[in-house]
């Protein structure tokens, strides 16, 4: 009797055992899939996850002649080849930059390689999309956006109007109704 029991209790240790085991599996095998499959090796300059990328690159080094020092509104993507939604973006900043190179520059700033601008500034999530106008971060955008909001934040500052136009009034104000009296 004692057999059978610890036979029991053996067998059900080891059906919860493996079906932890394949829950384990499976969680493992949904996060790879969401994380979008990283590899091992690190991405080339300028492309992500080993797509060439249309958008130029920035480094520490060159950050200050390209970006702060530029007569032109300069957008810089700061990202990572290992973060998904910074790969999510680069389709959406390639095509943004492609749209609007003659009017504004765009840039990607790998931030595993050029911590110090990436410092300064304090990004703390990627992918961050700062808009640097005469040296000074005017707007900015952290996380992954769709290309509606990248033209709406970013758009308004390549011709200096704003996206949204006022609402016209089908009044006419109060003075305009009263003729002028003169003496």
Same mark, same amino acid.
């Given at each position: 009797m004692l057999y059978n029991n610890r036979m029991k209790s053996e067998k059900k240790s080891g059906l919860k055992f493996w079906l932890a085991g394949g829950l384990v599996?499976?969680?493992?095998?949904?996060?790879? =899939?969401?994380?979008?499959?990283?590899?091992?090796?690190?991405?080339?300059p300028g492309? /992500?996850?080993?797509?060439?990328?249309?958008t130029p690159s920035v480094t520490d080094a060159m950050f200050r002649s390209q970006v702060l020092e530029s007569k032109s !509104?300069?957008? #810089? %993507?700061?990202?990572? !080849?290992?973060c998904g939604p910074c790969r999510m973006?680069?389709?959406? /900043? %390639?095509?943004?930059?492609?749209?609007?190179?003659?009017?504004?520059? /765009?840039?990607?700033?790998? #931030? %595993?390689?050029n911590p110090g601008t990436a410092q300064k500034y304090q990004i703390r999530g990627i992918p961050s999309l700062f808009l640097f106008k005469n040296g000074e971060v /005017?707007?900015?955008?952290v996380g992954s956006v769709s290309k509606?909001? =990248? #033209?709406?934040?970013?758009g308004k500052h390549l011709t200096g109007e704003t996206t949204e136009k006022?609402?016209?009034?089908?009044?006419?104000?109060a003075d305009a109704?009263? !003729?002028?009296?003169t003496r």
């Open positions: 599996a499976i969680i493992c095998f949904g996060l790879t =899939l969401m994380s979008g499959c990283r590899s091992t090796h690190s991405a080339q492309s /992500v996850a080993g797509r060439a990328s249309e !509104p300069v957008l #810089v %993507d700061f990202w990572a !080849p290992w973006m680069s389709p959406i /900043v %390639d095509e943004f930059y492609g749209e609007n190179r003659d009017k504004m520059k /765009v840039y990607k700033l790998n #931030v %595993d390689e /005017v707007e900015q955008i509606d909001r =990248l #033209v709406e934040t970013f006022p609402a016209e009034s089908s009044e006419k104000p109704e009263k !003729p002028q009296q």
